[in-house]
């Protein structure tokens, strides 16, 4: 089990988190790994209610993967567009 206390400027309270996990790591390693795969886990989530990722067409694995990396790209040129900041004609 990893205990974590980060303290933050303006909080009360320091944040606590656990982990109970059976890695064999430094549990600063450990902490960077979970917290990446909640990342991504949020990124998964986040495709399936704005995309429809599990709106797959086909049963051909082959055809699935072509239309899921269409969406990806869509996604992230709409995103990136999203942030810039275009000149007013």
Excluded: D
């Excluded at 944040?15 to 990446?36: D, E």
């Excluded at 990396?69 to 007013?88: D, E, I, K, Q, T």
């Amino acid at each position: 089990m990893v205990a974590r206390v980060e303290w933050h400027q303006g909080e009360l309270l320091p944040r606590v988190g656990f982990v109970v996990t059976n890695l064999r790591a430094k549990p600063q390693r450990v902490v960077r790994f979970y917290n990446g795969r909640g990342t991504v886990e949020r990124w998964i989530k986040e495709g399936k209610c704005a995309l429809n990722w599990t709106r797959l067409s086909s049963h051909r694995f082959r055809s699935n993967q072509v239309r899921l990396a269409l969406f990806v790209v869509a996604y992230n040129l709409g995103a990136s567009c999203g942030r810039r900041r275009f000149p007013a004609r």
